[in-house]
């Protein structure tokens, strides 16, 4: 069973359009929860939450942690064709004696039309 | 600023030949990961370490071994490969909490 759960896969959009992305997580020992953006190569980071409530900003991209409902979302605002990519939810997670594990969601595919 | 680095970038092995990954980050990072990505599998967490010495399984890790014998070096070595182990190989490093830092990738087909 996936513990971390994002949504939708996929999504197409138009330039200036606002998109919400979503990911849900189940796990034990939360310590923090990230978005990565992916391109064609390796993941680039975006944003690392650890507190309910407060909203993480970066330009047209804000992402905000909801810890009692267990769930994160990335908003993108005006996209733009560069904005297309694969956006990746990660949960940093306690895993037993000295051990934290990063785990990874399937991504959602987005991509931005002219 | 080399950050994490892999090598080979990619590779063809034949069906039961054995091959090693090494990734090298110099960020005196604690923490080190490999992870495998497939086509809608988004990144599945083979082995990782959180020191010096010391490896844990993820969440696939049949099929393959890792060592850390030095801060700065995780190797993933696949013994005897197979069909279904073709895939891009990440491998990621980080302090101790949060933010990971990738490599560019392996890219490996199994034939």
């Known amino acids: 069973e996936d513990k971390v759960v994002q949504s939708p896969l996929s999504l197409v959009v138009h330039e200036g359009d606002t998109v919400t992305l979503n990911c849900s997580y189940e796990v034990t020992n939360f310590r923090s929860l990230l978005w990565y953006k992916q391109e064609k190569k390796a993941p680039t980071f975006l944003f690392m939450l650890t507190s309910s409530g407060i909203e993480k900003k970066s330009g047209r991209l804000s992402s905000i942690l909801d810890k009692k409902e267990l769930f994160s979302i990335l908003n993108i605002t005006a996209t733009q064709t560069g904005d297309s990519a694969v956006y990746l939810c990660?949960?940093?997670?306690?895993?037993?004696?000295?051990?934290?594990?990063?785990?990874f969601g399937k991504g959602t595919l987005l991509t931005v039309n002219p | 600023n080399a950050g994490v680095t892999q090598t080979p970038k990619f590779r063809v092995l034949k069906t039961g030949q054995s091959m090693t990954l090494l990734c090298a980050q110099d960020?005196?990072?604690?923490?080190m990961y490999w992870y495998r990505q497939d086509p809608g599998m988004g990144l599945r967490l083979i082995h990782y370490?959180?020191?010096?010495?010391?490896?844990a399984k993820g969440e696939v890790p049949d099929g393959y071994n890792v060592s850390r014998l030095k801060k700065q070096n995780f190797l993933l070595g696949l013994e005897s490969a197979a069909p279904s182990q073709t895939s891009v190989y990440f491998c990621?490093?980080?302090?101790?909490?949060?933010?990971?830092?990738f490599g560019q990738g392996t890219r490996l087909t199994v034939v």
């Open positions: 960020m005196n990072h604690e923490y």
């Open positions: 370490s959180v020191g010096e010495g010391t490896t």
């Open positions: 990621a490093s980080s302090r101790s909490q949060g933010r990971a830092f």
């Open positions: 990660a949960v940093d997670e306690y895993s037993g004696g000295s051990n934290y594990k990063l785990t």
